[in-house]
């Protein structure tokens, strides 16, 4: 079992920024990889940007590349989001997202970008 925990998030106008962080626990499972996925309102949920863990490239969903950064620390079992340039249509819940030999996912943290 993997408990994800989020922080970050909230209330930014467009053309601004945030960060979202994300902590897995300790786990006897190996992750393979980490990252995070939003689902706007009557949206499906939909993949922003994942990484391995065991390093390897890193991939963007087209709609945010050049805007949004994942990194990560493996020691750790953590990831980031670095989101510049928002824009409204990145508004939705934000979903911290790990693969073992099954997913997990975090609570989400809501990211609302006014116009």
């Known amino acids: 079992q993997v408990q994800l925990v989020e922080s970050g998030g909230g209330l930014v106008q467009a053309g601004g920024s945030l960060r979202l962080s994300c902590a897995a626990s300790r786990s006897s499972f190996t992750i393979h990889a980490m990252g995070w996925y939003r689902q706007a309102p009557g949206e499906q949920r939909e993949l922003v940007a994942v990484m391995p863990t065991s390093g390897g490239s890193t991939h963007y969903a087209d709609s945010v590349k050049g805007r949004f950064t994942i990194s990560g620390d493996n020691a750790k079992n953590t990831v980031d989001l670095q989101m510049n340039s928002l824009k409204p249509e990145d508004t939705g819940v934000y979903y911290c997202?790990?693969?073992?030999?099954?997913?997990?996912w975090g609570q989400g943290t809501q990211v609302t970008v006014s116009s």
């Open positions: 997202w790990a693969v073992t030999s099954r997913e997990f």
